[in-house]
C-alpha cells in the first residue's frame, strides 16, 4: 500500500496507549465499557431490507431500481444503519478523532452486508475511496481504508488500493 494510505506510527501507538489507559466509553453517550452502550445501540436503527439508494424501494442487495437508473450513475450502495441518533456520534469521533479502535465494533455489521453480496472469493478484491490530501492530513489516516482492510480480513478476502484521487479541475 502507498505509505499516504497508511496509519502514521505515532497515531497507532497513541491510540495504542489511550485505548490501554482508558477503557473504551460509548461513543455516543460517554458510558464506560462499550463503543456503543446497550441504550443506544437500541436507538441505532439497523438497515434490515435494502433499498434503492435514492428512494425508499426495496431492492436486492440495494442495487439503484429501474425507475432511478435513468437519473443517477450508483449501480446500487448498502448501508448498515441509519445515519442519526448515535451512530452520528460514531461515525463523527471515527473520522474527526483518530478513534480507529471502533472499527472492531462496525466490522462484524461490515462483514454481514458483505456476506449479503454475491463475492466470488478467487475474484472478489475489497478497495476504499481514497481520502483527499487535506483529509489525510487533518485526521491522520483514511477512514474508508481503515473498515475496508478491516471487513476484507475479517472475510478472508484481499484488500488493494486500487483507485486514485484525481485533482478537481
Known sequence: APPYTETPSLVKIINYMTETVFPGECLACGQEGKWLCAGCLKEAVAIKSPTCPFCPRLSPNGK?????????????CRSIW????PIISLIKKFKYNSITASRSFVAPYLSAIMQQMPINQPTTITTAVPSSLQRLVERGFNQSEVLARTAAASLNLPYQPLLKRQPVA
Open 82 to 85: 441509519h445515519y442519526r441518533g
Open 64 to 76: 439503484t431500481c429501474s425507475r432511478c437508473r435513468p437519473n443517477h450513475r450508483l449501480s446500487g
